[in-house]
C-alpha cells in the first residue's frame, strides 16, 4: 500500500466498529487511543496459545499498543489502553515479522491490531513470510477492515466474549458487540474454511470464548448459538482462567465442579473439535509488558522490547 492510500485511512478513521472518523494524523485520538504510527510492546516466541498456533516452538506473537473495545477485565491493560509501547515504522514492522521467522516462529500471531490495519497489511507485504499469519483479535471488527486484511491472513484467531448486548454495555460499552462479533465470525468461518497440511492446521478459524466466574448461563446460551452456527466450521477454544486483575488472589475463579459441567455441556451439544483449557491449581499470571519478558520464561522467549 503507497504512502496515501496508507494515510487516508487514518485520516478519517472507521477501522473498527466504533466509527469514530477521526484524524488521526492529528492530536485527537478514537477509543482506541492511537495516531498514525503503529505501536507495540514487544514480540515473543509464545507456547501459550492453542496448539495449532503456537506448534512445538511457540507462535511469532507480536503485542500492539492501543485497542478499540476496552473490556474492564483486560489482562493486557498496560498495552491496550495504558498506551505502553514504541513506535514502529512499517519497515521495522516488517523486519520484526522476517526476524520472528527466522527465530523459528511457527506463525505470525498478530495480537489486537485491527486500529493498525492497513500499515501491518502494508508490513505483510514487505515481509512474505511462508508461516501461517494469525489475526488475533477480540471479534470486534469491521467488514471492511476484513475485506482489507484477508488475503494476507491464514488463520483467524477471534473473542467471541458475549452474545448479549446489556452484558456487552457494561463491560465494554460496546452494545453492538454481539452482532458485530457474530457477522465477524461467521465471515471468517465461510472465507477460511478448516484446510490441514500433514495434520497441521494451515488455515481456518479458532473462536475463543473466556468463560466469566458467575456467568456460565451466558457462556451456555452463546455455545449453543455456536453449536447452531459454527461448531461443523471452526474449532472452538473455551478459556477458563478468569484472571480478575482488580481482585488479585481473592477474585473469583471457574472451581472444579462448573468446569466439570461446562465439559459435559459441550457433549451435550456435540461439540467435539477444539481446545479447552486445563482449570489449573495455580491462580493465572498476568503479564507484565515492561519486562523484557512479559511471561513466565516456559511460556514464551522474548525476541523484542519496545
Ligand atoms: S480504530 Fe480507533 S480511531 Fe479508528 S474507528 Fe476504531 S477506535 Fe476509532
Not at 503503529?38 to 496448539?51: D, F, Q, T, W, Y
Request: glycine content about 8%.
Amino acid at each position: 500500500m503507497k504512502d496515501e492510500e496508507l494515510s487516508a485511512y487514518y485520516r478519517n478513521c472507521h477501522l473498527c466498529p466504533r466509527n469514530c472518523g477521526v484524524d488521526r494524523s492529528s492530536l485527537v485520538r478514537g477509543i482506541c487511543g492511537e495516531g498514525v504510527v503503529v505501536r507495540a510492546a514487544c514480540a515473543v516466541l509464545h507456547r501459550g496459545e492453542e496448539p495449532p498456533i503456537a506448534g512445538e516452538k511457540g507462535s511469532g506473537a507480536l503485542f500492539f499498543t492501543g485497542c478499540s473495545l476496552g473490556c474492564n477485565f483486560c489482562q493486557n491493560r498496560q498495552i491496550s489502553s495504558g498506551g505502553y509501547g514504541g513506535e514502529l515504522t512499517v519497515e521495522e514492522l516488517a523486519g520484526l515479522f522476517s526476524r520472528l521467522e527466522k527465530e523459528g516462529a511457527e506463525t505470525i500471531d498478530l495480537v489486537t491490531a485491527a486500529h493498525c490495519a492497513p500499515s501491518v497489511v502494508t508490513a505483510l507485504e514487505m515481509a512474505s513470510v511462508k508461516i501461517p499469519v494469525v489475526w488475533n483479535g477480540s471479534g470486534y471488527e469491521s467488514l471492511s477492515t476484513l475485506d482489507l486484511i484477508e488475503p494476507l491472513i491464514d488463520i483467524h484467531l477471534p473473542d467471541l466474549k458475549t452474545l448479549s448486548s446489556e452484558r456487552a454495555r457494561r463491560l465494554f460499552r460496546a452494545p453492538d458487540y454481539p452482532a458485530v462479533a457474530r457477522a465477524a465470525v461467521e465471515r471468517m468461518s465461510r472465507s477460511h474454511p478448516l484446510e490441514y497440511k500433514h495434520g497441521r492446521l494451515v488455515r481456518g478459524v479458532i473462536v475463543r470464548h473466556l468463560v466469566m466466574p458467575g456467568l456460565i448461563e451466558e457462556s451456555k446460551e452463546l455455545l449453543r448459538w455456536y453449536a447452531e452456527h459454527l461448531a461443523d466450521k471452526t474449532l472452538l477454544s473455551l478459556m477458563v482462567q478468569f484472571v480478575d486483575i482488580d481482585g488479585g488472589d481473592d477474585g473469583p475463579v471457574i472451581d472444579e465442579a462448573q468446569y466439570d459441567e461446562l465439559v459435559d455441556f459441550l457433549d451435550e451439544l456435540g461439540i467435539e473439535e477444539g481446545f479447552i483449557q486445563e482449570s489449573g491449581d495455580e491462580r493465572p499470571w498476568i503479564p507484565d509488558f515492561t519486562r523484557d519478558n512479559p511471561f513466565p520464561s516456559a511460556f514464551s522467549r522474548p525476541v523484542w522490547h519496545c
